[in-house]
């Protein structure tokens, strides 16, 4: 009965019906036989738009419902398309089924734990849901898809997507900072904190000598062990920064003082040796850096993303089938959706 609904609904089967036949059912589409019911969009819907606003369900306006129907029938048939090809890939390569189903079970409970976890009891926990049209079966199914979603899209495709693109070489870099001379710079970026000892503009060489020890000193007990973000906060002369820590944030290689652009070359995770700049002498821990190979990296696995599944839809043997007129150009949405490293 499902199916002649699904039928009916893409216009495959004419509207002579058996009278035998109750339609109790619709479905959206039809993606190499995995059925996506008008139900679940429903109950997708619902929970999403209740986990993401906290809203009821019939608050949402026609656009709101027109835009979110849209993306979930979208991110679902992308969600299916993906899981099915990594499914076919760890089979071939003698994964057991049982394995990722324990996983995505673990990984649903897990879901259904963090989200009751938000509310005093077990009876707000039931009173909510209810307030928004669901039931705790409608809600551990959207766990589920959560789950499968985290482990095939998130988790899994991305390893397998590895495979096929390749790390940049340093021909690629350097092909990238010639053409983008000033691009490049707002690519790559690290994330500091730092003490400043400063220097008076009428210092005596006495007086820069004996503060450039003091910041070798900071220095040396930061190596040794002691947190940075105390020392940062006792003899750090730096009134933005000093009460935070020392901490700067991210920084482009174009909003830093130019005696910091060796910091880009260091590795991170340690403090470094005084560096002197207009202001006085800095001692600066690096804590992240995102280098240009690792930006290029990230991007060219964001298009092939886009490609393999480009891909997966122009096979032969993909069927795919779906109702109205929701559902065009995977690739283009799914590099629209995904964000690019800043």
């Excluded at 035998?20 to 190499?32: L, R």
């Excluded at 897990?110 to 009751?116: G, T």
């Excluded at 991305?158 to 690519?187: G, M």
Aim: aromatic share 8%; proline share 4%.
């Amino acid at each position: 009965m499902r199916l002649v609904a699904f039928f009916l609904a893409l216009g495959v089967l004419s509207a002579s019906v058996p009278p035998a036949a109750e339609i109790i059912e619709s479905i959206e589409a039809k993606i190499n036989g995995e059925l996506i019911f008008t139900s679940e969009l429903d109950e997708l819907m619902a929970t999403l738009w209740m986990l993401n606003t906290g809203r009821p369900v019939d608050s949402m306006t026609r656009e709101e419902y027109d835009q979110l129907r849209t993306r979930v029938l979208r991110e679902r048939m992308k969600d299916i398309l993906l899981s099915q090809a990594c499914q076919s890939i760890l089979k071939e390569r003698g994964f057991n089924e049982n394995v990722w189903e324990r996983e995505i079970k673990r990984m649903t409970e897990e879901n259904m734990k963090k989200y009751r976890a938000q509310f005093e009891s077990e009876e707000a926990f039931k009173e909510h849901i209810a307030e928004n049209g669901l039931t705790d079966e409608t809600l551990r199914n959207e766990c589920r898809h959560l789950a499968r979603q985290e482990y095939w899209v998130k988790k899994i495709a991305p390893q397998l997507l590895r495979e096929r693109v390749d790390p940049p070489t340093e021909s690629d870099i350097e092909e990238f900072k010639e053409r983008y001379p000033e691009r490049w710079k707002t690519v790559e970026q690290i994330r500091l904190s730092h003490i400043l000892l400063r220097v008076p503009e009428n210092a005596t060489p006495e007086q820069e000598e004996d503060i450039r020890d003091k910041a070798r000193t900071l220095a040396l007990r930061a190596k040794a062990g002691e947190d940075f973000a105390d020392l940062a906060r006792e003899f750090s002369e730096h009134e933005s920064t000093r009460d935070e820590g020392g901490s700067l944030g991210w920084l482009k290689r174009n909003e830093v003082f130019p005696e910091f652009e060796q910091l880009f070359d260091l590795p991170a995770g340690q403090p470094t040796e005084p560096i002197r700049t207009s202001l006085g002498y800095h001692v600066v821990f690096i804590h992240e850096r995102r280098s240009l190979r690792a930006w290029l990296y990230n991007r060219d696995l964001v298009l092939g993303m886009g490609e393999w599944l480009q891909e997966i839809i122009e096979r032969p043997e993909t069927k795919i089938e779906y109702k109205g007129d929701l559902f065009k150009d995977l690739q283009a949405d799914l590099e629209k959706d995904t964000q690019l490293p800043q």
